[in-house]
């Protein structure tokens, strides 16, 4: 049987912890599948992307593309070329992108464009929440991927309300969850809580980035005002992403007293503070499923999630932004009136990326023969003429 080439893309942070898993469940299949690692540059700090490939054992990337920060039209148009030219050149059998960041959408429409099939890993979550970013990357990658790899069965049923063929999804858990099994030991020996001069669930952890809570300067100073009062209590712990770093100053807020704002952390450093946190504040997709595999208590600050898994079995509760119930939330919490006792979703195993892998082989078996995949891609006819509008000389 001829080899399966697989390429697999990464662009922002969340991307990293997904992807790893499923390269090294790759590794474990070198005579039946071959892989691409392609990073877009959407993320391109050491602190957002490159520490990552460390804690995580990931190889290097094979393609880096350069991209950097805009407005998400701008970096998606940046780099949907750039990705294009790298398709051509490599020829895949499958491109595997994960989650729902600007990255990802722009690699899935210009995968299926030249006609290689594209599979989702993380498909079908869904906030119903069109004001965000990543509700219109997740709508738009579902409906052109041709192979949908779900983390649980609400997803199986928002594809499916959708008009999603059933062949097309397959419910293989949660990648990111993989990692953390993965990781949990190694995290262990960091050294975070020590530096920061904290004790075992007697401090706070708040991670805070998405456009509605940073990008208003009234929203994100009543956040703060919440995360002062809590911080009266126990000290709160922020590392802070760049985003949310420059609209504080920007807008001229400081930390309340008690709110540590340090500088964003890698994955193991990380793992071991949250991990160890008496409670978890955030406004992360991955936070709110990496808490209830681990049962540590998290409030989301917004007023929805694509995650309901994590409500209904784990122990993820939504608190929006008004300040008064984020702080008497997280007092019941500290007061031990609410217990906080979940148990971790059917598929959250560790195993994730073995299935995902598997999927792909037996679904390549039964599609197109070799000779049939080596004809696919083929450049668009009007490339050129594109490139000179891009140069502006047209
Ligand atoms: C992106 C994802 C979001 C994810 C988040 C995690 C989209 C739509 N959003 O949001 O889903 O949860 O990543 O971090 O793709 N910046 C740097 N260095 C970097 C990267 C970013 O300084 O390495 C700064 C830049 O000022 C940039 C800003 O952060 O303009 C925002 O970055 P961007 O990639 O546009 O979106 P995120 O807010 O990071």
Sequence with gaps: MAML???????????????????????????????????TGQH???????????????????????????????????????????????????????GDVNSTIACALVASKLNVRVAHVEAGLRSFDRTMPEEINRLLTDQIADLLLTPSADADANLLREGVPAERIVRVGNVMIDTLFQQLKRARNSAILDELELRQREFAVLTLHRPANVDDPESLSRILFAIGAIARKLPVIFPAHPRTEARMREFGLVAPVGVRVIAPLGYLDFLQLWSN??????????????????????????????????????????????????????????????SFVGRTPELWDGHAADRIVETLIARSNRTLSQQQRRHRVTEPRRRSAYRVAVSGKE
């Excluded at 697989?6 to 474990?28: D, T």
């Excluded at 398709?87 to 992108?97: N, S």
């Excluded at 997709?285 to 079995?313: D, K, M, S, W, Y």
């Design 277 to 338: 946190a008496r409670l978890a504040l955030t406004d992360s997709g991955g936070l709110q499923e990496e808490t209830t595999a681990l049962g540590v208590p998290c409030l989301t600050l917004r007023e929805n999630t694509e995650r309901p898994v994590t409500i209904e079995q784990g122990t993820n509760r939504l608190v929006g932004s008004n300040p008064s119930r984020i702080v008497r939330a997280a007092r019941e919490i500290l007061s031990g009136r609410v």
């Design 44 to 98: 391109y700090d050491e602190a957002m992307s490159t520490v990552f490939f460390g804690d995580l054992s990931m190889p290097e990337p094979d393609i880096t593309l350069e991209t950097k920060s805009g407005t998400p039209s701008r970096q998606m148009a940046r780099i949907m070329p750039l990705f294009e030219e790298v398709l051509i050149a490599q020829q895949p059998d499958w491109v595997v992108v994960v």
């Design 5 to 39: 080439k697989i390429l697999n893309v990464v662009g922002a942070r969340p991307n990293f912890m997904k992807m790893a898993p499923i390269i090294a469940a790759i590794n474990r299949r070198p005579n039946e599948v071959s892989q691409t690692l392609v990073h």
